[in-house]
């Protein structure tokens, strides 16, 4: 089993991609099953291809959905990016002065304790 290439799903119409993969996932039924009742399999790698080829036509077909519900965006150019929002000082100082307090409240605690 050859792999699929990406270029030829994506160039495949809708229901072609549909009945391709109907067909792999019958041949990985089959294949495991196979593999279940101890038989060897002819190719010992066809398991994985069979697989990788169903996981290439649903992520075509799942591209092909988002872009139908969502169209292209236009990307922006670097100089239109927002500029970070700066924190503003008060805050900051509030931050501090607790933080403050709450360590001179501990040197206390540990000055009484070593009395």
Known sequence: MALLKTKDLRAMRPDGRDTKLKELNDELMHERGVA???GAPASPGKIRAIRTNIARIMTVQRELELAIERPA????????K????PVSLPEKEA????EDDDTKSLDREDQEEKK
């Open 95 to 98: 931050v501090d002065e607790v």
């Open 36 to 38: 279940a009742m101890g």
């Open 73 to 80: 965006e236009v990307p922006k150019a670097k100089s239109e």
């Open 82 to 85: 927002k500029p970070k929002a």
